[in-house]
Nanobody, 123 residues
Framework: QVQLVESGGGLVQAGGSLRLSCKTS????????MGWYRQAPGKEREFVAA????????YYSDSVKGRFTISRDNAESVVYLHMNSLKPEDTAVYYC????????????????WGQGTQVTVST
């Protein structure tokens, strides 16, 4: 059974940093593009970042480019999201998923999601 377990969220002041982790089980991690999404209260879930399985290329939404870094550990089947210079508008629940490229967007590949990890950025 596929499992996605996100962790590492918390409460941080604006300008601070956090590192999120997503441990996967029963996913062909080495051959899966992996991504992070987030959902703020009252808003749709949105794409944040992705890393490809073939060459670990990285992709970011404009809102986090230059501040967030996605990375992966294939040996441990874990994908990370390093978040720096956090802003109050980054407050959301963050989720990971396997992703696929569809035209110009990264779409989630797995129908089930983990519980997510809450990130709250205070002013």
């Amino acid at each position: 059974q596929v499992q996605l377990v996100e962790s590492g969220g918390g409460l941080v002041q604006a300008g601070g940093s956090l590192r999120l982790s997503c441990k996967t089980s029963d996913v062909d991690f080495r051959h899966s593009n992996m991504g992070w999404y987030r959902q703020a209260p009252g808003k749709e879930r949105e794409f944040v970042a992705a890393t490809s399985w073939s060459d670990s290329s990285t992709y970011y939404s404009d809102s986090v480019k230059g501040r967030f870094t996605i990375s992966r550990d294939n040996a441990e089947s874990v994908v990370y999201l390093h978040m720096n210079s956090l802003k109050p508008e980054d407050t959301a629940v963050y989720y990971c998923n396997a992703v696929r490229r569809e035209s110009s967007v990264w779409a989630p590949q797995l129908t089930s999601w983990g519980q997510g990890t809450q990130v709250t950025v205070s002013t």
